[in-house]
Nanobody, 126 residues
Framework: QVQLVESGGGLVQAGGSLRLSCAAS????????MGWFRQDPGKEREFVAA?????????SYADSVKGRFTISRDNGKNTVYLQMISLKPEDTAVYYC??????????????????WGQGTQVTVSS
């Protein structure tokens, strides 16, 4: 079992920045690839970013966030981050972090993830 707790969400103006954090506890953090997803009310949860188990540079991003969002992890702190810059109103959503088996390397599909956090709200005003 892995428990995930997100933090860092909030209200920001368009063009602003936020950094989300996801603290993990339970089984060995480095055994998992980590990802971020987001969900707006009435829409499906969508992939945002993923990094592989050792954070050694292998990352994947949704086209809508490339160049603006950066995923990273600190295995010593059992934490994964999502740095978001140049935020847009369409980035407004609940953001979830998730953990998937490291063997998947860079999972981008919801069903590939075994564990989920409770989510943190990000609201970008225009």
């Amino acid at each position: 079992q892995v428990q995930l707790v997100e933090s860092g969400g909030g209200l920001v103006q368009a063009g602003g920045s936020l950094r989300l954090s996801c603290a993990a506890s339970g089984r060995t953090f480095s055994s998992y690839a980590m990802g971020w997803f987001r969900q707006d009310p009435g829409k499906e949860r969508e992939f945002v970013a993923a990094c592989n188990w050792n954070g050694g540079g292998a990352t994947s991003y949704a086209d809508s966030v490339k160049g603006r969002f950066t995923i990273s992890r600190d295995n010593g702190k059992n934490t994964v981050y999502l740095q978001m810059i140049s935020l847009k109103p369409e980035d407004t959503a609940v953001y979830y972090c998730a953990a998937a088996p490291a063997s998947l390397w860079l999972p981008t599909r919801r069903y590939e993830y075994d564990y989920w956090g409770q989510g943190t709200q990000v609201t970008v005003s225009s």
